[in-house]
């Protein structure tokens, strides 16, 4: 009776160890969650690219039939609130480097497919700037040099962006277009931060990420499995043949029980969020 008590008992506290292993894992994985999380995808189109070769001849591409461009590029910008909540007047930044310009820009709810408008300072200030340098354009001197207030208008105009996202709610996502030329035939360089307070944003995972911390969560489940099956066979007076090849059995499928308790989990926790 000892010796069955015993087993009990190491057989008991395996299982209860591996239980609490995977709740507190669970638990991480809801905080972790709840942080305030947007990610990113962003995706470099080149349109074209003026050049003068000897052997192709001479290649120019020109913007609204007109300005001649050093080198074109769509750039698609997609962000998805991937947190726990939904957040209110969400302030997004975007400016390129100063070999850039953005020529034109949009951007939509990707679920609703609705505008989104600039924020309203910025599209004021945008509008005063522009009118400001159509006014110079009407009445200028080409003889005289630019004046310094319509270069930096000509840089606000030309290299800012901002966005006021009046609702974004979990897991939707915004999409953001750019029409930008970079003078030095390179692909543009394009900062968006998100100005809101505990936001974090972050790059999307790519399909090798998610694989790999998949890969992760299978081996922990099915780790805490293996530990739960060897603590039955060796809590037991005697090993048998048929033991063993259960033993083997488990050791070589582990990963993948491992992996369903993963996709199990995974989908009970989507009711949560």
Not at 230 to 251: A, C, N, P, T
Request: charged fraction near 20%; charge should be neutral.
């Amino acid at each position: 009776m000892e010796e069955i008590f015993t087993n009990i008992t190491k057989l008991g506290w395996a299982a209860i160890g591996s239980v609490l292993t995977l709740i507190a894992y669970i638990i991480l994985e809801k905080f972790k969650s709840k942080q305030s999380l947007f990610s990113f995808t962003k995706t470099y189109n080149p349109i074209g690219t003026s050049i003068n070769d000897n052997f192709f001849g001479n290649i120019k591409i020109i913007y609204n039939d007109e300005r001649p461009v050093q080198h074109l590029n769509f750039v698609n910008l997609k962000i998805q609130n991937k947190s726990n909540r939904d957040f209110e007047d969400v302030i997004l930044k975007c400016w390129v480097d100063s070999a850039s310009n953005i020529l034109s820009a949009n951007a939509f709810h990707n679920q609703y497919l609705t505008t989104i408008g600039l924020e309203e300072n910025h599209e004021e200030t945008r509008r005063q700037k522009i009118a400001q340098i159509d006014n110079y354009n009407l009445t200028m001197d080409p003889n005289l040099p630019q004046p310094l207030v319509i270069s930096e208008n000509y840089k606000y105009v030309l290299k800012n962006f901002v966005w006021r996202i009046p609702a974004w709610n979990r897991n939707d996502s915004v999409v953001f277009n750019f029409l930008i030329e970079n003078t030095q035939g390179n692909i543009p360089l394009l900062m968006h931060p998100i100005e809101k307070k505990s936001v974090k944003l972050i790059e999307s995972k790519t399909a090798e990420e998610i694989n790999l911390q998949r890969g992760k969560g299978a081996l922990l489940y099915g780790y805490l499995i293996y530990i739960f099956s060897i603590s039955i066979i060796l809590s037991q007076s005697s090993i048998g043949k048929s033991d063993v090849i259960i033993f083997g059995i488990i050791g070589g499928l582990y990963l993948w029980i491992g992996l369903f308790l993963y996709q199990i989990v995974g989908y009970v926790k989507s009711f949560f969020n």
